[in-house]
Every structure is written in structure tokens, then in C-alpha cells.
């Protein structure tokens, strides 16, 4: 029995930018008869129906891998909130910021397991615990205690922890009847509002129309199958479902490995949402700042050819007081009161020596990223570069290393190494924790926490690569 790691379905597309693997799909074929149709519902009913290792034809856990498991497709932000309001629990999350579930949670080889656990920030921790019961289900004497799942080791380390039967609506009576004795930690919830859920959550997918409503029909299809009526409809139901032979034919060898497996299910590593609650940067580069980078790369052209004059006019022309001020007023950010109290710091003492990594490790590292802020994604400029157009140009431009006396796009667009986990709260310059960043970004986080500033990791973003060189063009024919 397995309990899925992640039960998350993503791909990245070329933005970067996480998606589910319906975001792919650029419509849905028009004809229900079409081969690409019947292919597309596969994908979906292979996913959600069949060969689980651990599926039986009846019974909970029949129904709570083959329904629960269609939020794999879901972003969580768009069910989890809805999920826990239905439970009428009190606590709802406001702002999440990452979530992971899977299946068959313990830590026990014997004992006992959750059906569901989720994992949520918000960005503090929070475990819901789902035990789910099919219609007429009864509830065993150790099923009341919400203590019995809720202590288990494998969750004692939250401190808010929350349980929430899932049962058909017509046992809610006879079982809230018993929740009164079970306290505000619990929270009921049905069948038939959690395909409500689904399909709501399916109707509103970032995907062309019909892809959405797909999800939505096919959703309600594995509902109605069983016989459960959602407590909401999909606008438009699917009249040709692929039969059960049809969709069992040509599958892979059903598994038959009854062996408890049990995986690490907590979130190790924050993982982000693929929605929009957290920006990808703090401050956005101004469309003048892009301009600017264009004008500085023509200049560095200009070095190439040895036409320093025509260098020089595009330094001046750059160096506008309009940038410093930009750059002064996001690295104060006047405008973007905290949510809540910085994390304290580290004492001096316990910080790790080495506070910056060294040249060799940074050029790797801007390499890495191919010379563009992870955060905000503009081009950023080697300080090799900066450091041999110095050395050609010496008049052309302000070469100071104060920010009042230094180029002011140049002083933004400079390439930074970026401790994610800051070194004041006790990061490393291992190439994990480092990220190349411009001024801007570096400057406006400075040594607060990603969920502090609201910014999602950058390290799930791949980075960029294109022809874009850190302006290390320049260096070519130049003994360095
Ligand atoms: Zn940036």
C-alpha cells in the first residue's frame, strides 16, 4: 500500500511556470467519435479509476482513491479552502502557499492509517486528516476518538491538526449525533459535496473552455457511476463515456503488490503552488529598465567592434536618475508592510562563517542561471563585464561602487549571488541555497524569509537560457 509522495500532476511549460498536464491541451477535440477524444478521457479514467495497487471493487478505499484522487488534477488553492469550509472547520487557511496529501498515512507497521492526510502552509503548518466512510458505513469504537488519527505519530509533529469524516449525506445524522461528543477539532463533510467541490474547482481550471468542461463532465461521470449526485453540476455532462471494458482494454498488468510501502508524505521542501498566490519577484523591472538593458547590450557590441564612442553615448544615455530612484524606494519598500513579524535572526555566532561564496562559485553559478535574475527573470550583467567596460572606458560613465556614484541601470542590472535560505537565518553557500539575482530583487528581500516578502521559491522556476550572456562578450579578445 502506497501512500503517493506527491499526488500532484505538473508540468513545466515553457514560461516556467508550473501546470497541471490538461494546461497542454489547447482545446479539446471537437468530435466525441474522434480517436483524440476517446485517448483524451483515457488519460483522465486511466488516472483516476484504474490499478491502484490497492484498489477493491467496493468499500472506502475503492472510492476514496478513484474520487479523492481527481484533486491530483486540481490546484489545491482552488479546493482545499472550499474542502475545510464545507468540513465547517474553524480554521481556514487564507493564503497557501504549498500542499501536498497522499493516501494510507502512518507511521506504524501495524497500526493504524489515515485514509487521506494533507499537509497545507499558510504559510505555518496544518494537517487535515480525512477518514472516509462509504455510504452505510459504520464508524469502528476507535473511529470516534478524533484523537486516535490526530495523535498518531506521523502527525504529532503539527501542532494544528484537524480531522474530517467523509461520509454520504444520508449517514451525517446518526454520525453528527456522535461528533458532538468529538469536539472543534473535527469537521464532517459528504460525498456529494466533495464532487460539488471538484467540479466547481474543474469548471474554473486556467484552460480553454471545453478542456474545463471535461474535467468538470468527467468528474460528475465518476460520481454518478457510483451512484453519488454531486451537490453540484457540471454545465455540461458528458453523454459518451468510455464503457468499463473499453477503458479496461489494452491497460497494463494490474498490480497486485499488497505490501504496505510507506512513503515520506511531508513536504521536505516547501513546494509552491502553481497559482498565483505568491509573485515570482518583489518588484517588477520597469519597461525603461528593459530598454536600458538593450542600450547597455549594444554598447557592449560597440566594445566588441572598438567603436568606444558610440559605447559611450549608450552609457550616458542609461544612466538616468529615474532608475536610482526606483531602486531606492523598492530596497526600502515603503510599500509592502510585512503580513507579520520578521523571523528573528540567528546570533553571530551561530551563523556560518563564510557569508558570500567566491568568484569561481559565483561565475558557476550566474552560468547556471544563465545570467538572469531568478527571481524577476531580466538579464543581468557579469561584474567581469562591468569590470573590463571600466577598464576600456574609464570616462564614459560612473564606475563608483556607491550607489550614488555608480551607473544607476548598471547598479540594478548587476548580476548578485542570492542566499535563498538567508545566511542570517542559517544558509549556505551551497549552490542549492544560491540563486543569481539583479540589485533590485537582492536588495528589496535582503534578509527576509521568501514567505515573508510573499515571493515563491525561484528554484522551482527553471532558469532561463538564452542568448543573453551576462555581457561577456566583451571579454573576448581581452586578456582578463
Ligand atoms: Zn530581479
Redesign the pocket.
Known amino acids: 500500500m502506497t501512500s503517493a509522495a506527491t499526488n500532484r500532476l505538473d508540468l513545466w511549460d515553457q514560461d516556467g511556470k508550473v501546470r497541471f498536464w490538461w494546461a497542454a491541451l489547447a482545446s479539446v477535440p471537437s468530435s466525441p467519435e474522434s480517436w483524440e477524444y476517446r485517448r483524451l478521457k483515457r488519460v483522465w479514467f486511466d488516472h483516476t479509476i484504474n490499478h491502484h495497487p490497492f484498489v477493491t471493487p467496493t468499500g472506502e478505499r475503492h472510492l476514496t482513491v478513484s474520487l479523492f484522487e481527481n484533486f491530483a488534477a486540481l490546484p489545491a488553492a482552488s479546493w482545499l479552502p472550499a474542502l475545510l469550509e464545507a468540513a465547517g472547520l474553524p480554521e481556514i487557511p487564507e493564503r497557501l502557499t504549498a500542499v501536498n496529501w497522499g493516501y494510507e498515512v502512518g507511521t506504524e507497521a501495524r497500526g493504524k492509517y489515515a485514509d487521506v492526510a494533507i499537509h497545507a502552509r499558510d504559510p505555518e503548518d496544518l494537517v487535515i486528516v480525512v477518514e472516509a466512510k462509504a455510504r452505510g458505513g459504520t464508524l469502528k469504537p476507535d473511529d470516534h476518538e478524533p484523537g486516535s488519527y490526530l495523535d498518531l505519530p506521523a502527525f504529532s509533529w503539527c501542532e494544528r491538526r484537524y480531522l474530517i469524516y467523509l461520509v454520504d449525506e444520508a449517514d451525517v445524522e446518526s454520525l453528527e449525533t456522535k461528533a458532538q461528543e468529538l469536539g472543534v477539532r473535527s469537521g464532517i463533510l459528504t460525498w456529494q459535496q466533495l464532487g460539488g467541490i471538484q467540479i466547481e474547482a474543474a469548471r474554473h481550471v486556467d484552460a480553454p473552455e471545453r478542456v474545463a468542461s471535461l474535467l468538470a463532465g468527467a468528474i460528475q461521470f465518476q460520481f454518478v457511476e457510483r451512484s453519488i449526485v454531486p451537490s453540484r453540476l457540471a454545465a455540461e455532462y458528458l453523454e459518451r463515456e468510455p464503457a468499463t471494458e473499453e477503458i479496461h482494454k489494452d491497460a497494463p498488468g494490474k498490480q497486485t503488490s499488497t505490501e504496505r510501502e510507506i512513503q515520506e508524505w511531508r513536504l521536505t521542501e516547501p513546494q509552491a503552488l502553481p497559482d498565483s498566490a505568491l509573485a515570482p ?1 518583489m518588484y517588477e ?1 520597469t519597461e525603461t529598465l528593459r530598454e536600458a538593458l538593450s542600450e547597455l547590450s549594444a554598447a557592449a557590441d560597440c566594445v566588441v567592434r572598438g567603436d568606444l564612442e558610440e559605447a559611450k553615448r549608450s552609457l550616458t544615455a542609461t544612466d538616468r536618475p529615474e532608475f536610482l530612484e526606483y531602486y531606492t524606494r523598492c530596497t526600502n519598500r515603503l510599500d509592502r508592510p510585512l503580513a507579520r513579524e520578521p523571523k528573528a535572526r540567528l546570533p553571530r555566532d551561530e551563523r556560518l562563517e563564510t557569508r558570500m561564496p567566491g568568484d569561481r562559485l559565483r561565475r558557476e553559478l550566474y552560468e547556471r542561471d544563465g545570467w538572469h ?1 531568478r ?4 538579464g ?1 550583467i557579469d561584474p567581469r563585464a562591468l569590470k573590463l567596460m571600466a577598464a576600456k572606458l574609464p570616462t564614459a560613465a560612473r564606475w563608483g561602487t556607491g550607489n550614488a556614484n555608480c551607473h544607476s541601470a548598471m547598479l540594478i542590472l548587476r548580476a548578485s549571488p542570492d542566499h535563498v535560505l538567508p545566511h542570517s537565518h542559517g544558509g549556505d553557500n551551497a549552490m542549492e541555497n544560491l540563486v543569481t ?2 540589485f ?3 536588495f528589496s528581500r535582503g534578509e527576509l524569509l521568501l514567505d515573508e516578502v510573499g515571493v515563491s521559491d525561484p528554484r522551482l522556476r527553471p532558469p532561463i537560457r538564452d542568448v543573453w550572456d551576462g555581457l561577456l562578450r566583451v571579454l573576448e579578445g581581452s586578456a582578463e
Open positions: 519577484c523591472p535574475c527571481f524577476c527573470g531580466i543581468v539575482a539583479c533590485l530583487c537582492q
